[in-house]
C-alpha cells in the first residue's frame, strides 16, 4: 500500500499542485497561449500565401512553396526552433534584445505554415472549377477571384483541420524553452518541470498536463462542432423552403430586367 | 439604374465569330466556326453533344482563346482588350448556376458591382435589389444560394450578369440542370429579356425556346454552323442530313 502511496503521491500530490498553480495560471497559461496565437496567426498568413503561391500557374512560385513545405514538413519542430532560435539570435539580440520569444514563435510559426498551407491548398482545390469560371466570367482577375470567391470557401471547408493544427500548436509551443527563457518567460511545460526538478515530485507536470487538457480538449470538441455544422448545415438538395411558390411570372415582359439591360 | 451604371454600357451589341478555331492539344474543336448575331437579336446555338457549343461561347468573352480566327464586338476585334474589361461588358449563365455559395444572393449582385465597378456597399445593394427585383427574387435577398430552388438561382445568376450591364449575355446550357417544372421560369425571364433587346447568345437543348424566342437558330456539328437560319425555317425546313438526323433524335 505505501507503495501505491507513494506513486499517488508522485504524480498527484495536491499540495505540490497548489503551490506550482499560481506560477502556471498567471505566467505560464498566458505564455503558452502567447506563443500558440501568434505562431498560429503567423501560420495562418503565411500558410495562405503558400498555398496560393502552390496553387499559381507559373512555376517560379509553385516551386519554392513546395520546397518550403517539404523542408519545414520534414524537420523535426525542435530543429527548427533550435535552428531559428540559435541561428538568428544574433540578428534578434539586435531588434529586440535578449527575449527568444519572437524567435519562438516565427520557428513555431513557420512550421506551422508549412502544415496550414497543404490544409489551405487541399480546401482551394476541392472548390469546384465553376467557381472561379464564373467569377472570371463577371470580370475578375485570377487573384480578386481567388481572394474574393475561392479561397473564402476553401478555407472554410478545411477549418476543422486548421483547428487541429492550433491544438499541434498548443503543444508544440513547449518547445521554446530549448531556447532558454527566463522565469517570466517560461510557459506551462517549463514550469511544470522546474517545479517538478526541485522537487523530485512529479505533481506540477502532472498539473501542466491538465492545464494543457483543459485547452486543447475544448478545442478538439470545437473541431467537431465545426465539422457537424460544415456537413450537415449544408442544405439538402432539392430541398429548400419553398420550391417554387414565386416562379417567375411567363409574362408580361418584365421591364426592369429588360431596361436594367440597356 | 444610376447614372454611373448607365454611362458604363453603351447597350446591347453585335457579336461575331470570324473563323474561329480553338484546339486542346491534338483535340480539335472548333474548326472555323463563324457566327454572327446582330445588335438585340438573340441567336440559339444547336447541336449535339460535343459539338463545341460551350467552346464557342467561351471564345466570346476569351475564357478560352481562339487558336485562330477573330471576335468581334459591335465590329470591333477584342482579342487585344484586356479580357478582364471585356468580360465586364460581357454576362454569362451557367448550367450549374455557379452562385458563390458562401455569400448572400444580394451580396453574389453587389460583388462585381463593388470590387469591379467601384460602387459603395449602399449603392452597389440598390442597383443589386432592383435586379433581384426585375428576376422576381427581391424577398431572397438575405437568403444563401443553398436554400434557393435551381429555378431560383439560376434567376439570381442572370440578376448577378444584368446587374453589370451587359452589352451580350451568354447562356450555356442554363435550364439543363433543372427540374422540369422549374425550367420554365427560367425560359420566360430569357424570353423577356430577348424581347427587351439584348443581344443573347444561347446554347440550348430547350427546342420550344429555340424556336419561339430565337430571331436566327445555328446548328454546329464537329467544329462549324452547320445550318443557319430563322428558326422557322431551319426546324421547318432543314437543309442537310446532319442536321434532319438531329432534330429527329431531340424532337
Known amino acids: 500500500m505505501d507503495t501505491l502511496r507513494t506513486v499517488w503521491e508522485t504524480f498527484f500530490d495536491a499540495s505540490a499542485m497548489r503551490e506550482a498553480l499560481p506560477d502556471m495560471l498567471t505566467i505560464g497559461l498566458r505564455n503558452t497561449l502567447v506563443l500558440a496565437l501568434a505562431s498560429a496567426a503567423l501560420g495562418t498568413g503565411l500558410g495562405l500565401v503558400l498555398a496560393t503561391a502552390g496553387l499559381a500557374r507559373t512555376r517560379w512560385l509553385r516551386w519554392p512553396a513546395r520546397l518550403y513545405t517539404d523542408v519545414f514538413r520534414g524537420l523535426?519542430?525542435?530543429?527548427?526552433?533550435?535552428?531559428?532560435?540559435?541561428?538568428?539570435?544574433?540578428?534578434?539580440?539586435?531588434?529586440?534584445g535578449p527575449n527568444p520569444y519572437p524567435l519562438g514563435i516565427l520557428a513555431l510559426g513557420l512550421v506551422a505554415a508549412a502544415y496550414m498551407g497543404e490544409i489551405f491548398r487541399s480546401g482551394i482545390q476541392s472548390v469546384e472549377g465553376g467557381q472561379l469560371e464564373a467569377s472570371r466570367a463577371l470580370g475578375f482577375s485570377h487573384w480578386q477571384?481567388?481572394?474574393?470567391?475561392?479561397?473564402?470557401?476553401?478555407?472554410?471547408r478545411v477549418l476543422p483541420a486548421w483547428v487541429n493544427q492550433l491544438i499541434a500548436l498548443v503543444k508544440d509551443s513547449s518547445l521554446v524553452y530549448f531556447l532558454g527563457l527566463l522565469a517570466s518567460q517560461r510557459e506551462l511545460f517549463r514550469i511544470g518541470q522546474d517545479y517538478a526538478a526541485n522537487t523530485g515530485n512529479a505533481s506540477a507536470l502532472v498539473l501542466a498536463?491538465?492545464?494543457?487538457?483543459?485547452?486543447?480538449?475544448?478545442?478538439?470538441?470545437?473541431?467537431?462542432?465545426?465539422?457537424?455544422?460544415?456537413?450537415?448545415?449544408?442544405?439538402?438538395?432539392g430541398a429548400p423552403e419553398d420550391a417554387d411558390l414565386d416562379p417567375y411570372p411567363?409574362?408580361?415582359?418584365?421591364?426592369a430586367a429588360t431596361g436594367a439591360a440597356r | 439604374m444610376t447614372p454611373s451604371l448607365l454611362a458604363a454600357s453603351a447597350g446591347p451589341t453585335s457579336v461575331s465569330l470570324k473563323d474561329v478555331h480553338v484546339s486542346f492539344g491534338r483535340n480539335h474543336v472548333l474548326r472555323g466556326l463563324t457566327l454572327d448575331v446582330a445588335a438585340g437579336t438573340t441567336t440559339c446555338v444547336i447541336g449535339p453533344s460535343g459539338s463545341g457549343k460551350s467552346t464557342a461561347l467561351r471564345v466570346v468573352n476569351r475564357l478560352l482563346e481562339p487558336t485562330s480566327g477573330d471576335v468581334l464586338l459591335g465590329g470591333?476585334?477584342?482579342l487585344d482588350d484586356d479580357p478582364d474589361r471585356l468580360r465586364q461588358h460581357i454576362g454569362m449563365v451557367f448550367q450549374q448556376f455557379n452562385l458563390f455559395p458562401h455569400r448572400t444572393v444580394l451580396d453574389n449582385v453587389t460583388l462585381a458591382l463593388r470590387h469591379l465597378r467601384g460602387l459603395g456597399r449602399d449603392e452597389a445593394e440598390q442597383v443589386a435589389l432592383a435586379q433581384l427585383d426585375a428576376v422576381g427574387l427581391r424577398h431572397k435577398a438575405s437568403s444563401r444560394p443553398g436554400r434557393l430552388s435551381g429555378?431560383?438561382?439560376?434567376?439570381?445568376?442572370?440578376?448577378?450578369a444584368l446587374a453589370l450591364q451587359p452589352r451580350v449575355m451568354l447562356f450555356d446550357e442554363a435550364t439543363s440542370a433543372l427540374d422540369p417544372e422549374l425550367v420554365?421560369?427560367?425560359?420566360?425571364?430569357?424570353?423577356?429579356?430577348?424581347?427587351?433587346?439584348?443581344?443573347?447568345?444561347?446554347?440550348?437543348?430547350?427546342?420550344?425556346?429555340a424556336r419561339e424566342v430565337a430571331d436566327d437558330v445555328a446548328f454546329l456539328d464537329e467544329g462549324v454552323v452547320v445550318e443557319h437560319g430563322r428558326p422557322a425555317a431551319l426546324f421547318g425546313d432543314p437543309q442537310t442530313e446532319r442536321l434532319r438526323r438531329f432534330l429527329s433524335r431531340v424532337l
Not at chain 1, 149 to 156: E, L
Not at chain 1, 250 to 255: F, G, I, N, V
Not at chain 2, 191 to 209: I, K, N, P, Q, R
Open chain 1, 76 to 96: 523535426p519542430v525542435a530543429v527548427t526552433i533550435l535552428l531559428v532560435g540559435v541561428g538568428l539570435a544574433p540578428v534578434g539580440l539586435a531588434l529586440w
Open chain 1, 145 to 156: 477571384a481567388m481572394r474574393l470567391v475561392i479561397v473564402p470557401q476553401g478555407v472554410r
Open chain 1, 209 to 237: 498536463g491538465l492545464v494543457y487538457l483543459a485547452i486543447t480538449v475544448p478545442l478538439t470538441h470545437v473541431v467537431n462542432a465545426v465539422d457537424r455544422r460544415l456537413r450537415e448545415g449544408r442544405p439538402t438538395d
Open chain 1, 250 to 255: 411567363s409574362s408580361p415582359l418584365t421591364a
Open chain 2, 76 to 78: 470591333r476585334s477584342v
Open chain 2, 151 to 160: 429555378g431560383q438561382q439560376q434567376r439570381v445568376a442572370i440578376a448577378r
Open chain 2, 184 to 209: 420554365k421560369g427560367v425560359l420566360s425571364l430569357m424570353a423577356d429579356l430577348a424581347s427587351g433587346g439584348m443581344t443573347m447568345l444561347v446554347v440550348t437543348h430547350e427546342m420550344g425556346f
